[in-house]
């Protein structure tokens, strides 16, 4: 069996290691052609010595074709992996500290709230440029299995605008499945878990052992759990309220609705610092900031290290390979994945990117109807499908009329902000993002206009309810341990350490 994939940001270490590894540990696919592009050269460089190195003493006859020419790693491909951070940690750090100055205290900032809408702006532009080079030199049929964030809007524009088939991939279903069982004293596959939603708000509307509905048994069981009793206050909340225990973490959850990041006195109240997950400011950016650093500086220990065995049995929980695996041999799959709607769940919108359980076999990617979500998921999951509407159609057309209107609908700038502080606000991520924002030329120019004219609003210029600072190689190096998962792994909130007592 041959067949070409190519992964796009693949100096990505800690998504395309590990989804080259579960997607070589296919028996039947030690023969397909891989190919790496990205445009950083030292960081494509390192990654693929590495996937190499571990392909050789496999004993896989697979030499990777590794190139800055995106249209060269796209030719004949079959399926192309994107897990690209369009701008890299240097657009990050804006998307954190100018919405932070303005009193918007953001955890991750990559799929909603001020940070997500801009990351989006960036992410979505070079994304068509990406899907035109994929319809015109990858194969015909080529399907792209988007990792990048901000999910929901990233697919949606790829699918409306690119002329690209695509499906969203995600771990937070795996994430939110293992804590349900813990809770419940069960293992994992004892457990029978429904999810729908949207991305990142996916919600466990059905969960079952031995065929008896557990739903009413998990705030209880949530509420008298230990670790997360402190760890996900914010998710244990949404449960008491909403009935239903969403998919994302503590700090996720948080910047997505209007209720407890709004003030800074409040913050600590609702978050934890054992982990970064737990709600700390600018967490993500921290340990991706980490993971960087200790990758470049550590790269020749990582040279000499054990290569990752292309076995079954180390196979990651990440859909990608599984995907590629149902559609190549007809062995089925069943998973969540990120699509176009089309009524599958009835009270969202046809033409929004919903996250609801499917099937992949030789026939494609199946997705059962789920019909309704509880009206209070519905409407959390609406207030956020407004805002990625207002936000791929501003990305698309370069209108920051509608990317304004995106930031006064999202539900924590909203809860913060009033219209002029936002006025000012996106001017500001405009001015300060103009390398990857060219739809936005015209723009850029009457905001630079404005934000000289010496009627600047003074701006909060908040710290952080509680932002911690980045590691420097010397802390790090004492637990190289942690760093190393840190820098290699996709989810870096896996394993996550007990709650700050």
């Not at 290691?17 to 460089?45: C, M, Q, W, Y």
């Not at 004892?190 to 969960?207: K, R, S």
């Not at 920051?400 to 809860?415: E, F």
Request: aromatic share 8%; hydrophobic share 35%.
């Amino acid at each position: 069996m041959t067949f070409k994939i190519a992964f796009i940001g693949a100096g990505s270490i800690g998504f395309t290691r590990g989804l080259l590894r579960d997607i070589l540990s296919v028996s039947e696919f030690h023969n397909i052609e891989v190919a790496f592009t990205d445009i950083n050269p030292k960081n494509l460089d390192m990654v693929t010595k590495l996937c190499q190195r571990d392909i050789d003493e496999n004993n896989l006859n697979i030499k990777i074709q590794s190139t800055v020419n995106r249209r060269e790693a796209f030719k004949n491909a079959k399926y192309i992996f994107s897990v690209v951070r369009v701008g890299g940690l240097e657009a990050f750090q804006y998307d954190i500290d100018i919405p932070l100055k303005y009193g918007i205290d953001q955890c991750v900032g990559d799929t909603l709230c001020a940070g997500g809408i801009m990351y989006g702006q960036r992410g979505i532009a070079e994304m068509l440029n990406i899907c035109k080079d994929i319809r015109e030199v990858a194969d015909r049929e080529c399907l792209l299995l988007n990792y990048a964030n901000p999910m929901a809007m990233i697919t949606w524009a790829c699918n409306k605008y690119g002329g690209v088939k695509t499906i969203g991939l995600c771990h937070g279903v795996q994430g939110g499945h293992r804590q349900i069982a813990e809770v419940l004293g069960l293992k994992k596959h004892e457990v029978d878990i429904i999810c729908a939603g949207i991305n990142h708000q996916t919600w466990y509307i059905q969960v079952k052992h031995n065929g008896a509905d557990m739903t009413d048994k998990l705030l209880h069981a949530f509420e008298n759990h230990p670790e997360f009793s402190k760890t996900e206050k914010i998710r244990i909340d949404m449960l008491r309220r909403f009935g239903y225990y969403s998919t994302e973490s503590n700090g996720h959850l948080s910047e997505y609705v209007p209720w407890y990041r709004k003030r800074q006195e409040d913050i600590n109240d609702w978050i934890d610092l054992g982990s970064w997950i737990n709600g700390e400011t600018g967490g993500y950016l921290r340990v991706c900031t980490e993971g960087r650093n200790w990758f470049e500086m550590d790269f020749p220990n990582w040279i000499k290290e054990p290569v990752r065995e292309y076995k079954e049995e180390n196979r990651g929980e990440e859909h990608g390979s599984y995907i590629l695996e149902a559609l190549e041999t007809g062995r089925v799959y069943r998973g969540h994945f990120n699509v176009v709607n089309i009524g599958i769940i009835s009270n969202l919108p046809d033409d929004s990117i919903i996250e609801a359980p499917g099937y992949v076999d030789r026939n494609g990617i199946s997705m059962p109807l789920v019909g309704e979500l509880p009206l209070g998921c519905a409407a959390v999951c609406n207030a956020s499908i407004t805002v990625q509407r207002l936000s791929v159609e501003a990305a698309v057309h370069g209108d920051d009329n509608l990317l304004r209107q995106a930031m006064m609908m999202d539900p924590l700038v909203g809860a913060v902000c009033n219209p002029k502080e936002i006025d000012q606000l996106v001017d500001e991520m405009l001015v300060a993002q103009e390398q990857w924002l060219p739809q936005y030329q015209d723009a850029i120019v009457n905001a630079k206009k404005r934000l000289e004219s010496g009627k600047s609003i003074q701006a909060k210029n908040n710290k952080g309810a509680a932002r911690l600072k980045v590691k420097t190689i010397e802390e790090m190096a004492k637990n190289r341990e942690a760093a190393n998962k840190n820098a290699g792994e996709s989810d870096k909130a896996k394993e996550r350490p007990s709650a700050v007592k």
